[in-house]
């Protein structure tokens, strides 16, 4: 979830803005082969949308401090208990898990109106403020938030690692209604995999390989350390047998004076 901050964006730019983010990440779907399903179009999951800020923060302390139990006495898995407890409507227990307990105002000394309206904070709430726009993702791929960034947050230079589309594969990015919505929004941060993230640590994420780049230097890094292990053992016997080597053929070195003394002596007592 990429948070943004917008600043009165028509309606002509906010539709610019999505049909390029369609189009950027629908380039980025790999062509299926023949006999395989077709690939699955992150452009119909990855969304763009405008939220009512207070709205939006009652339902993350909902989501994220209201626990109910599973009151439910069939016998079924304990991840569809789960699920089947967090269908619930608006609910008193569901408003009293977002506010601090009494020990917690107690201990921060808070009483009367300001006990009454005191509320739990996420780290996300603190990028709730002012018109906030968010860009969701079912599921995080480096790919597809490297490809949103440059869409919806470009970086300059000629090093940068999310760079503006280039006229030519995207001339519709270039739109005057494209380029003034794009120069009206701020990237804030991001929560990805339940942890809150600047601009910097979004581009961190942003700059990661693919899971397969991932999982293949993990398969060269065992591999390497195998061989390495390996090539240890084998020079440890190699040096054993090049010093047992050498230590053979210097006793052998030592022993031919004197054989050659003893064929001497023989020859001499035998001649007449």
Do not use: C
Request: proline fraction near 7%.
């Amino acid at each position: 979830m990429l948070v943004f901050q917008h600043n009165n964006l028509k309606a002509s730019e906010w539709a610019g803005i999505r049909r390029e983010l369609a189009l950027a990440l629908r380039k980025g779907v790999p062509k299926s082969v023949e006999g395989e399903p077709p690939a699955q179009d992150p452009s119909e999951a990855v969304r763009i949308q405008v939220i009512q800020t207070g709205i939006f923060a009652a339902a993350l302390r909902v989501s994220e401090f209201f626990r109910p139990k599973a009151t439910s006495s069939l016998d079924v898995h304990a991840v569809e208990q789960e699920e089947l407890a967090m269908s619930h409507a608006l609910s008193e227990a569901a408003f009293a898990a977002g506010r601090p307990s009494k020990k917690a105002l107690k201990k921060r000394g808070l009483k009367g109106r300001a006990a009454k309206h005191m509320k739990k904070f996420t780290p996300l709430h603190r990028l709730l403020k002012g018109p906030i726009a968010l860009v969701t993702f079912p599921e995080v791929t480096p790919q597809q938030l490297a490809t949103a960034l440059s869409i919806v947050a470009p970086t300059q230079g000629s090093t940068s690692a999310f760079p503006a589309p280039k006229r030519k594969t995207s001339p519709g990015y270039y739109e005057p209604a494209v380029q003034a919505g794009v120069q009206k929004l701020l990237l804030l941060g991001a929560r990805v995999e339940g942890r809150v993230m600047d601009q910097e640590g979004v581009k961190r994420v942003g700059t990661l390989p693919s899971l397969e780049g991932l999982r293949g230097q993990l398969v060269n890094l065992l591999a390497s350390a195998g061989m390495g292990l390996t090539g240890a053992l084998e020079s440890a016997s190699n040096s054993l047998w090049f010093n047992l080597e050498s230590r053979r053929m210097d006793m052998e070195e030592q022993a031919k004076p004197k054989e050659d003394a003893a064929v001497e002596a023989k020859t001499d007592a035998a001649s007449p």
